[in-house]
């Protein structure tokens, strides 16, 4: 799921040029409409990054996984979900 993460957010955001002269939505189903191109790959990199968070907890505190490769997605993943967290708290 973390690598799904970068792609995703690469292809939403190789989009934007595309939207240059459509304003963003106020919220996040009204910009799902109005730019379709952008929204929907970042929802789903997004989504993969919080997902690989939660699967790369599990394991760890389940299965007591070592793995670098585990430990590097779950820290990208809580970093994703630190930012989500601060874009909700302190809205721009």
């Known amino acids: 799921m973390i690598v799904a993460m970068p792609i995703f957010i690469y292809i939403g955001m190789s989009f934007v040029d595309f939207y240059a002269g459509v ?5 996040i189903p ?3 409409f109005v730019r379709p191109g952008v929204a ?5 990199g997004f989504t ?3 997902i690989a968070f939660i ?3 599990a394991t760890i ?11 590097v ?3 990208i993943g809580a970093l994703l979900i630190l ?10």
């Open 23 to 27: 304003p963003a939505g106020r919220t």
């Open 30 to 32: 009204q910009d799902i």
């Open 40 to 44: 929907l790959p970042m929802l789903v």
């Open 48 to 50: 993969s990054g919080i």
């Open 55 to 57: 699967t790369g907890l």
């Open 61 to 71: 505190i389940k299965n007591r996984e070592r793995s670098i490769l585990v430990f």
């Open 73 to 75: 997605s779950t820290i």
């Open 83 to 92: 930012y989500l967290a601060g874009e909700i708290i302190f809205p721009h």
